[in-house]
């Protein structure tokens, strides 16, 4: 906290899924949203960055706002946040999560809470509705995440340096919602068995350098078929990006981002490969290469 009585939280994007990890697997980008809240005369919200006449500034509307104030003391008084965002939002790189993750991680700290990491996480799933991308955004790296009776589990996982990460983020907008209503109540029994097989896969071979077969690891049979008439630049990026040189390619959360695994010296010509196939379907796109976030959020103001 500074003399001001500032504190400022960088919170990170993340990709959930990551093909065969529905709902269970997240991985922490280094891409930052700062969100930073001081005492002030009015509830009040500020937002720069390249996103932010997306973000709502109404203080009952503003995630990072909602979450600050749903555990801070009831006599706390007014705050004014300055939200300066770099994640795209609604875009399947967990801007909602980054914004929910933060406003918690600066209460606790603001107000001296000492929530401990599970209940961040607890609390953090309870306002989003699920935990595949907060888990990251709050531990950082590559988080497996099981929600049981209401009890949030993750298990944070090392995650190679030499892998890096591509993204395309098409220009047109996925809901949540529809994209959850898409998905079928029941799957065959062989898809469900494809996908566990390759959830495993795609830990193990990060893992033990097996990058070889994260191409077959990153295929998924749960939520990408069903999803493939709301992302038109799914499999051609896809496509496009293993082509290149990709190790494997996936929808991010549920879109309209693209995310590859790619060796570090193909990064930029994977990149333009991707984006080459989504404006090919005539659509605008923006590309990103990115590393893997090893912190998530955190408070980044000095102490007074």
Not at 124 to 146: F, M, Q, W
Not at 276 to 293: I, K
Request: proline share 7%.
């Amino acid at each position: 906290m500074t003399a001001d009585g500032t504190v400022e939280v960088s919170s990170p994007a993340s990709s959930a899924n990551l093909g065969p990890g529905f709902d269970a697997l997240g991985l922490a980008l280094e891409l930052r949203n700062t969100y930073a809240f001081a005492p002030g005369p009015r509830d009040h919200i500020e937002v720069t960055g390249k996103f932010a006449e997306r973000i709502p500034v109404d203080p009952a509307r503003n995630l990072a706002f909602r979450a600050f104030r749903s555990v801070a003391p009831s006599d706390a008084g007014a705050y004014a946040l300055h939200a300066h965002r770099a994640i795209p939002s609604q875009g399947g790189m967990g801007s909602s999560a980054s914004a929910i993750v933060a406003g918690l991680v600066a209460a606790n700290a603001t107000f001296g809470l000492n929530l401990s990491t599970e209940v961040l996480l607890a609390k953090s799933a309870e306002i989003e509705g699920h935990a595949d991308n907060v888990a990251p955004a709050l531990l950082g790296g590559l988080v497996v995440t099981v929600a049981d009776a209401g009890r949030i589990q993750s298990v944070r996982v090392p995650f190679p340096t030499e892998v890096g990460l591509v993204l395309i983020v098409p220009d047109y907008r996925v809901p949540t919602v529809r994209a959850r209503r898409v998905l079928p109540d029941l799957v065959p029994r062989k898809d469900a068995v494809a996908n566990l097989a390759r959830a495993a896969l795609l830990i193990a071979a990060l893992q033990q350098g097996r990058y070889e077969v994260l191409r077959t690891a990153t295929e998924d049979f749960l939520h990408q078929p069903y999803r493939l008439e709301l992302n038109p630049a799914l499999q051609p990026c896809m496509t496009a990006a293993l082509l290149a040189g990709a190790y494997g390619a996936a929808l991010s959360g549920s879109g309209p981002t693209i995310l590859a695994f790619a060796p570090r010296d193909k990064n930029i010509s994977i990149a333009t490969a991707m984006a080459d196939a989504c404006l090919a379907l005539g659509r605008r796109c923006e590309s990103y290469v990115l590393g893997c976030a090893e912190t998530g959020a955190r408070v980044i103001t000095t102490a007074a």
